[in-house]
Nanobody, 119 residues
Framework: QVQLVESGGGLVQPGGSLRLSCAAS????????MRWYRQATGKQRELVAT???????NYADSVKGRFTISRDNAKNTVYLQMNNLKPEDTAVYYC?????????????WGQGTQVTVSS
């Protein structure tokens, strides 16, 4: 069984920073794409950032220049450095990953971590 576990959420003032982590564990052959999503109360879940195994990245327009996604392939961990946080960044942040298991690639989600930006 594969598990993704997020950490690093919390309460921060506007303009502050947080670093989220998402570590994959279990039995698998590798991980290709890893992503961060977020879901604010009453809104649809939205894709925030993506990183491939080759370290190519993409970002939602709303976070470009403020958020940075990175990964440590040796640790099967993806990070999201969030700077200059705004109240509208408040949401539950989820990671997901395309995990190679035998001959299949399966999508796994973490349980989410709350980020609250408020003064």
């Amino acid at each position: 069984q594969v598990q993704l576990v997020e950490s690093g959420g919390g309460l921060v003032q506007p303009g502050g920073s947080l670093r989220l982590s998402c570590a994959a564990s279990g039995s698998f052959l590798g991980i290709s794409v890893m992503r961060w999503y977020r879901q604010a109360t009453g809104k649809q879940r939205e894709l925030v950032a993506t990183i491939t195994s080759g370290l190519s990245t993409n970002y939602a327009d709303s976070v470009k220049g403020r958020f940075t996604i990175s990964r440590d392939n040796a640790k099967n961990t993806v990070y999201l450095q969030m700077n200059n946080l705004k109240p509208e960044d408040t949401a539950v942040y989820y990671c997901n990953a395309d995990v190679k298991i035998a001959y299949d690639i399966e999508l796994y989600w973490g349980q989410g971590t709350q980020v609250t930006v408020s003064s």
